[in-house]
């Protein structure tokens, strides 16, 4: 069973930073895309940031030239650095994997951000 495990979530000040991770329990390449969503309360999830085995990222309007996503293959970790948080980016952020040969879908158990006026 794929298993994804997050840390780095936390209560930040406004203009802080965060650094979130996710570790995959194999190899990375065996998900065509991997990324980030979040969920705030009474708000839909939404994408945040993903990248793909071919290094594309996407990243949503509300996060571009603040938010980076980035892998360590060796280390099968999916990483999303937080910069000049605001306190509209407070969510449960949820690690995400795609297969898409099987149209499998997996998600980490969610880790709370807060950040602080």
């Known amino acids: 069973q794929v298993q994804l495990v997050e840390s780095g979530g936390g209560l930040v000040q406004a203009g802080g930073s965060l650094r979130l991770s996710c570790a995959a329990s194999g190899s990375i390449f065996s998900f065509n895309r991997m990324g980030w969503y979040r969920q705030a309360p009474g708000k839909q999830r939404e994408l945040v940031a993903s990248?793909?085995?071919?290094?594309?990222?996407n990243y949503a309007n509300s996060v571009k030239s603040r938010f980076t996503i980035s892998r360590d293959n060796a280390k099968n970790t999916v990483y999303l650095q937080m910069n000049s948080l605001k306190p509209e980016d407070t969510a449960v952020y949820y690690c995400n994997a795609e297969r898409w040969s099987i149209d499998g879908r997996y998600w980490g158990q969610g880790t709370q951000v807060t950040v602080s006026s």
């Open positions: 990248i793909t085995t071919g290094g594309s990222t």
